[in-house]
């Protein structure tokens, strides 16, 4: 998994829960860069300590985790891409190609999920997720962080989830002024 995940994670503990929450899930950790790839399972041991800690289902800690670096981590380390789309639909329908691509060309074994968007209407895409590592739940707050960055709402409706027994998530978002 892409190092700015775990950074991502630890900016998100810090601004949300404190410090002191950030120091007991990071404990005993190495060093998390972001030029790096790490691997799967400790994401998950972190997100594990971080529900422990905190108290709050996980699936509600990686939604929020997802929204918090949409509209921040994001669109404060990679400005560029989201200057040249003027709206969420616009960024999503290139976040492959632009994103994606570049990570898995330039950071070994980060392996992005795989991503395939169409637009949907004039409003809004439909979203083909696919990842063994199945953050499906992070993705939807990703589209949500974006939309806010956008200063646009999003209602996004889960069709098919892998956590459900499909094969893949596909998602059908749409987007409104805020």
């Given amino acids: 998994m892409h190092g700015l995940i775990f950074s991502s994670f630890r900016d998100f503990l810090t601004a949300e829960h404190g410090t002191a ?16 790839s790490h691997p799967d399972e400790s994401f ?3 997100v594990g300590r971080a529900t422990e800690a905190l108290g ?3 699936d509600e800690l990686v939604h929020a985790f997802g929204i918090y670096t949409g509209a921040t981590t994001f669109t404060r380390l990679y400005p560029a891409f989201f200057a040249i789309a003027h709206s969420t639909r616009e960024f999503l ?32 895409v439909t979203i083909v997720y696919a990842s063994p590592r199945r953050l499906c739940t992070l993705l939807r707050g990703l589209v949500e962080g974006t939309a806010r960055h956008y200063g646009e709402t999003a209602t ?15 998602f059908e978002a749409r987007f409104s002024p805020r």
């Fill in 93 to 124: 329908l290139t976040v492959e190609t632009r994103i994606h691509e570049l990570v898995r060309a330039t950071i070994p074994h980060a392996a992005p999920p795989q991503l395939h968007v169409t637009e949907l209407g004039d409003d809004g």
């Fill in 44 to 46: 998950g041991r972190l």
């Fill in 156 to 170: 996004i409706e889960e069709r098919t989830c892998m956590r459900r027994g499909d094969d893949r998530c596909t």
């Fill in 21 to 36: 929450t950030v120091h007991r899930v990071f404990a005993g950790e190495p060093v998390y860069l972001l030029s790096e």
């Fill in 56 to 58: 709050t289902d996980a």
